[in-house]
């Protein structure tokens, strides 16, 4: 189960009431399909989870695309591709989240410790996630009190499916913990979307990476 899912998983075994959002995979329940792509699929997946599931009061930005796309061969609309996808569906996903929220809200973005520590041959993935952390500091400021945002920074939690025995073993030797689990994350988003005075904070959750 890969991160996204198991948050949703784990919220919904606390007691959150938590609709989910699926690009190509359908099969969990209230879950809801978009291209994150499409700034308007975003605005209206917003509206269609408002209007079926009643108001938000927290949302998680974890939806991402990941590949390999070494600078001198990553194309423009590949570039284009990982900013639409990885970025600007956060920001049109907050527009959204913002208009229809009545009471306290909270977001969560979910980052990469890689990308803080130098991640070659991913410019487009590291230049998004990183400016995610601009977007977070940007509402912080202009959207309190009402609103807290936050951000967690995984490390070596999943494999991408395409990784061979050898690149695994070299990333774990990279990491003084090892892997991590999707729960360690799941954990560090409840403590994040939970607690009343954290925002701004983007928490690593890397095992020393
Ligand atoms: N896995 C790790 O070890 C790791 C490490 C550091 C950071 N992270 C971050 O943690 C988050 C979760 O990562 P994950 O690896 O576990 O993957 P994940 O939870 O499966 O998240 C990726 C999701 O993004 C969706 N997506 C891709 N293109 C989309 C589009 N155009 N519109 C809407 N949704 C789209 C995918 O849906 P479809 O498959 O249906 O397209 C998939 O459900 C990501 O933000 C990732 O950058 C993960």
């Not at 907050?94 to 973005?109: H, I, Y």
């Not at 025995?165 to 988003?189: F, H, S, T, W, Y």
Request: aromatic share 6%; net charge positive; with cysteine.
């Amino acid at each position: 189960m890969r991160v996204g899912l198991a948050m949703s998983a784990f919220f919904e075994a606390l007691g959150a009431r938590v609709s989910r959002h699926h690009h190509a995979q359908p099969g969990a329940p209230n879950s809801f399909q978009a291209d994150l792509g499409q700034a308007e699929e975003c605005h209206s997946l917003v509206a269609e989870v408002v209007r079926e599931r009643g108001p938000l009061s927290m949302l998680i930005h974890n939806a991402s695309i990941f590949s390999a796309t070494p600078i001198e061969s990553c194309r423009p609309k590949d570039w284009d591709r990982f900013l639409k996808i990885n970025l600007a569906s956060t920001r049109a996903l907050t527009d959204a989240f913002l208009v229809q929220l009545t009471g306290p809200g909270a977001l969560l973005f979910v980052i990469d410790s890689f990308v803080e520590h130098g991640l070659p041959h991913h410019a487009p993935y590291a230049t998004a996630k990183t400016a995610q952390l601009g977007l977070m500091e940007a509402l912080v400021k202009e959207h309190g009190p009402r609103l807290r945002v936050n951000a967690v920074s995984p490390g070596l939690i999943l494999f991408p499916p395409d990784y061979s025995a050898v690149k695994k073993q070299r990333l774990i030797n990279k990491v003084p913990l090892g892997m991590g689990a999707p729960q360690d994350i799941c954990e560090a988003a409840k403590f994040l979307l939970a607690n009343r005075y954290c925002n701004g904070i983007c928490l690593p959750v890397n095992g020393g990476l």
